[in-house]
């Protein structure tokens, strides 16, 4: 059986990742497609609107075989880090394949633009610099540069989110010369960080979740946006524990953890860097929610993502000797399959290059940091009955079977 | 001026205790009395009703003319270190004598009690061993051992909590030397533990707070037991705060302190003995209350009040080398005075043996930990607006005059 891989978040589960995941059987040819995704937190570092079960299941119904947890350790990092894990976790499952949606929409492009990288990076990084220092954001520095050192070529845009993705995705499988096709499609009608919507049935993940949180916000104003099963999901999350998670609901946590620790415990977390750490309990002391402390303490050099991040991993107690670099999970969290995907499993299962995780009794060594995840999670829920049913899924819950 | 030291809690001031200060004063004859008062977060490790500002208001208007804060080093620990702290506390301020409220009511009986304990001490801790052994209770097993060793002799009874709290005061005294008379007045009415009310104006602040939580609790309910001002002053706090403070209000902290140490982090809090840790995670994931909580670790070697202090130096992430043992506090920290306050700290101010402190600007490094108490007491206020005028307190409010 051939199996394709895709990289994602479902944050939640919309039309424009149903397109993506027919689109990725067509293209790729595959029988089975696996998933690789975030637990209950996401690469921009804060909380999934709701539980790695419950969007499992969305993925499950909108055409996925099988769902893999991206661990804690590449999910909360950046691009670099993050498709390093997920491509790794594909190759161990033996995907043949692995499609991913980009705003640029045509794979040569991307290997083009990563034998440029190799070819000159360092040349690259310098221009960056130079037009960084100049004041020029980011993004606009990387496609200046890009143009400088290739004129008239024709280059991926990097100043696009997905592509920057994608271009890991493809350097990640060219690194560790794993035997996976990259694949890509083009985003339909709807760019990554879109607040507003452009179409009656596609819209970004960003743009349903600004919706469904705006002061009218319901989840029948985003009906037309989600399959229908996401929408019944939603309404039943909703419904059993009343409330969608966001980082509001860890401020008070947040609070204190930053007040009542010291500033050395502060500097020995994951991605505190000296003199961050008297920043953010200065704001702390003042900010009455996690918007206004985020306003608080934005700068040119810091980011909101990677603030979000480092938030996290303070509340999440992560210490730098946690996140040590490593090149591959593991283990393979197994959270749901469709028959098609448990058939795959048990013909692969003795050519896994990962021991496969379902229970979690024998093996909490091992996934510390996603059972921590878990806990946080569910102790953002105000009720305490939810917070216990919530909670004790990871222990108890057997993967989903569709 | 000749002072009179007390040593207090004030949860809240109640009859009794302006009872003690009218009688402190004939016994003692002294023109000031100084109080040494816990500050938030008091001896049995429990947040107290109301903060330290209010209750310097209480004993301000009771009759006490200055009130300094006992640091949180000493207030949250047993008796031995409590009274320590609190006797060498009103040394540094030069009192002249002390006085405090026992069961026994008798200095003699301390001082013999005293002399007793100095020369049989090993024997006694054997005896003491001895019927623990068979099952008997702590205090029943002093008592016993007590009958033992000098039996017909009128000794102390050990079983009496302000007994005990007196002894520690009248051992410390003696231990360091200090030029302190001790006096005691026979308590009124009143068991310190007693749960229900035995008289119509006196009664415990244990049975008050009792009466105040209960199911049809109100301040209206405990009036006949209170001075008009702490009756005012308790109505002004919740109106300002829109609450009083209990354990229940820090537990969500506690649970997220619990869920996500390592057991080595726990393992470094003052007072977590090995093994400990293990079972106070479990019970955290479990419990639905602090109250639950409690139940769930309670066992016959570690008592409710030692439990709720371990709790308590979780919460304030209180590691061992913050608590290597010291014989005084390091500073006078002033929280209110009355006239007559104000002109003994005039006269006496170059003979008090610690650095007074009344703004905190300037002393935050000595300060950390009772920084930290404001700062966590402050956060078991539902409302943000109101967690940050408290928190506020500890840095803009000058000490209370009356």
Redesign the interface.
């Known amino acids: 059986m051939k199996a394709v891989g895709v990289i994602v978040e479902y944050n939640p589960f919309h039309n424009g990742h149903k397109f993506h995941l027919d689109q990725t059987k067509k293209q790729s040819g595959a029988e089975v497609v696996i998933a690789v995704m975030s637990g209950n937190f996401l690469q921009r570092g804060e909380p999934a609107l709701v539980s790695k079960w419950a969007r499992t299941e969305m993925a499950l119904n909108g055409g996925a075989d099988i769902v893999f947890e991206l661990p804690y350790f590449f999910a909360t990092q950046n691009a670099d880090i993050f498709a390093t894990g997920a491509v790794s976790l594909l190759a161990a499952v033996n995907c043949h394949s692995l499609c991913f949606g980009s705003e640029a929409g045509d794979i040569h492009t991307f290997r083009e633009t990563l034998d440029f990288l190799n070819e000159k990076n360092d040349e690259f990084q310098e221009k960056i610099k130079e037009f960084s220092s100049q004041g020029v954001s980011y993004p606009k520095a990387l496609s200046l540069s890009f143009e400088a050192l290739s004129p008239g070529k024709h280059l991926l845009d990097l100043s696009k989110p997905n592509n920057i993705l994608g271009l890991q995705y493809v350097a990640a499988i060219q690194q560790q010369k794993f035997a996976i096709q990259p694949l890509t499609i083009t985003r339909k009608n709807a760019n990554y960080h879109d607040q507003h919507f452009a179409s009656s049935s596609i819209a970004s993940a960003t743009s349903i979740r600004k919706a469904l949180f705006s002061v009218n916000g319901s989840i029948e104003g985003i009906h037309s946006y989600l399959p229908q099963t996401t929408y019944d999901l939603l309404h039943n999350y909703k419904k059993e524990y009343r409330q969608f998670h966001t980082w509001e609901d860890y401020w ?2 947040l ?3 930053l ?4 500033p050395e ?1 502060l500097r020995g977390i994951h991605e505190v860097e000296e003199g961050l750490e008297n920043r953010l309990q200065h704001a702390a ?2 900010a ?2 996690f918007q206004d402390f985020m306003e608080q303490i934005k700068t040119k050099r810091y980011t909101w993502t990677r603030l979000q991040r480092v938030s996290l991993h303070i ?3 992560v210490k730098k000797a946690e996140m040590t670099p490593k090149k591959q999970p593991e283990y393979l969290r197994l959270l749901g399959m469709s028959a098609k995907g448990r058939e795959y499993l048990r013909k692969e299962k003795k050519n896994l290059h990962l021991p496969l995780i379902s229970k979690l009794s024998s093996n909490k060594q091992l996934l510390e940091l996603d059972l ?1 995840a878990a ?2 999670y569910a ?1 953002g829920l105000k009720s ?2 939810e917070q ?1 049913r919530l ?1 004790s899924l990871d222990f108890k819950q057997h993967p989903i079977q569709l």
Chains 1, 2 share one sequence.
């Open positions: 008070d946590l609070k204190y953890k007040l009542l620790s010291s415990e002391l003042k009455n929610s509340l999440m107690n921590r806990r946080l102790l305490k009955n216990e909670l």
